[in-house]
C-alpha cells in the first residue's frame, strides 16, 4: 500500500496509524468490512489488539478514515490535474486520468468506498467516528463541487453545452467510480486502456450537444 496515501501531517515517523490504514485496507479488500476481524488487521501489522485502540476506537472508525483518506487523495487528484489545463475539455480528461492514475493497493482503497459509501448517511454515537463521517461527507461535496466548476467553466467558455453542470457533475463521478464495483488489478482489463475508454466517455458526455430524437426529427 502507498503510505503516503494513508499519511497525514500529523502523523509522526514512529506512529503505526498508517500502517494500520493499510492493513486494513487489504483485509476489507480480501474479506470485505463485514468479514473482517478487527484482530486480523492487528495480525497483519504485528501488533497486539490492545494496541490497535491507540490510534482507532473501533473497526468503524478505522474504516470511515480509510474513506476519509480516499476521499481526500481524490480531491489533491484532481486539482493536481486540471491546475493548468488550457481548457475545461483538457481539464475534464486529465481529471478522469488522475482518478484512474492509482496503484493496486488505492484501486483497492476506492472499491472500499465505493462499497460502504452508505455508510455516510447514517449519525455515529462515537464522537471520533461522527467526526470522520462529517469530513467525508464534506470531501463529497467538495469533490462534486469541483466537477460542477469544471463543467461551469466548458459551458461559460463555450467548450460545452449549456445543461445543468450539477447533474453532469453527477452522471461523470457515477461513471467514473462505478468502475470499482467491477474492476479487478488481476483481470483482464488494463486500467489504462479504462482511463482512456472512460474519458472519452466523458467528453462525449458532456460536450456533446443533445441527440435528435425521433419526434424532434419529424421521422
Same mark, same amino acid.
Given at each position: 500500500? &502507498?503510505?503516503?496515501?494513508?499519511?497525514?501531517? !500529523?502523523?509522526? #515517523?514512529? &506512529?503505526?496509524?498508517?500502517?494500520?490504514?493499510?492493513?486494513?485496507?487489504?483485509?476489507?479488500?480480501?474479506? +470485505?468490512?463485514?468479514?473482517?476481524?478487527?484482530?486480523?488487521?492487528?495480525?497483519?501489522?504485528?501488533?497486539?489488539?490492545?494496541?490497535? =485502540?491507540? =490510534?482507532?476506537?473501533?473497526?468503524?472508525?478505522?474504516?470511515?478514515?480509510?474513506?476519509? @483518506?480516499?476521499?481526500?487523495?481524490?480531491?489533491?487528484?484532481?486539482?493536481?490535474?486540471?491546475?493548468?489545463?488550457?481548457?475545461? @475539455?483538457?481539464?475534464?480528461?486529465?481529471?478522469?486520468?488522475?482518478? =484512474?492514475? $492509482?496503484?493496486?493497493?488505492?484501486? *483497492? *482503497?476506492?472499491?472500499? $468506498?465505493?462499497?460502504?459509501?452508505? @455508510? $455516510?448517511?447514517? #449519525?455515529?454515537?462515537?464522537?471520533?467516528?461522527?467526526?470522520?463521517?462529517?469530513?467525508?461527507?464534506?470531501?463529497?461535496?467538495?469533490?462534486?463541487?469541483?466537477?460542477?466548476?469544471?463543467?461551469?467553466?466548458?459551458?461559460?467558455?463555450?467548450?460545452?453545452?449549456?445543461?445543468?453542470?450539477?447533474?453532469?457533475?453527477? &452522471? @461523470?463521478?457515477? $461513471?467514473?467510480?462505478?468502475?470499482?464495483?467491477? =474492476?479487478? #488489478?488481476?483481470?483482464?482489463?488494463?486500467?489504462?486502456?479504462?482511463?482512456?475508454?472512460?474519458? +472519452?466517455?466523458?467528453?462525449?458526455?458532456?460536450?456533446?450537444?443533445? #441527440?435528435?430524437?425521433?419526434?424532434? !426529427?419529424?421521422?
Amino acid at each position: 500500500m &502507498s503510505i503516503a496515501a494513508l499519511t497525514e501531517t !500529523d502523523d509522526g #515517523p514512529r &506512529s503505526k496509524r498508517p500502517a494500520i490504514l493499510a492493513a486494513a485496507v487489504e483485509c476489507f479488500g480480501e474479506a +470485505g468490512y463485514e468479514g473482517t476481524k478487527w484482530s486480523a488487521v492487528a495480525d497483519r501489522v504485528g501488533i497486539g489488539q490492545t494496541a490497535l =485502540y491507540h =490510534y482507532f476506537e473501533s473497526k468503524a472508525h478505522c474504516l470511515l478514515t480509510v474513506m476519509r @483518506l480516499g476521499l481526500r487523495n481524490s480531491e489533491t487528484a484532481f486539482h493536481a490535474a486540471t491546475a493548468d489545463a488550457p481548457t475545461a @475539455l483538457a481539464g475534464l480528461g486529465a481529471a478522469v486520468g488522475a482518478a =484512474y492514475a $492509482l496503484s493496486p493497493q488505492e484501486v *483497492q *482503497q476506492n472499491r472500499i $468506498l465505493v462499497a460502504n459509501i452508505g @455508510l $455516510l448517511a447514517t #449519525p455515529r454515537s462515537s464522537e471520533r467516528e461522527e467526526k470522520e463521517r462529517l469530513a467525508s461527507r464534506d470531501l463529497v461535496v467538495r469533490v462534486e463541487r469541483n466537477w460542477v466548476e469544471l463543467i461551469e467553466r466548458g459551458i461559460a467558455d463555450g467548450e460545452f453545452p449549456d445543461r445543468d453542470p450539477v447533474i453532469m457533475a453527477r &452522471s @461523470l463521478l457515477g $461513471l467514473i467510480t462505478g468502475v470499482w464495483r467491477w =474492476y479487478r #488489478p488481476d483481470g483482464a482489463l488494463d486500467l489504462d486502456d479504462i482511463a482512456t475508454f472512460m474519458a +472519452g466517455c466523458a467528453a462525449r458526455m458532456v460536450a456533446a450537444e443533445e #441527440p435528435v430524437t425521433v419526434e424532434e !426529427d419529424g421521422r
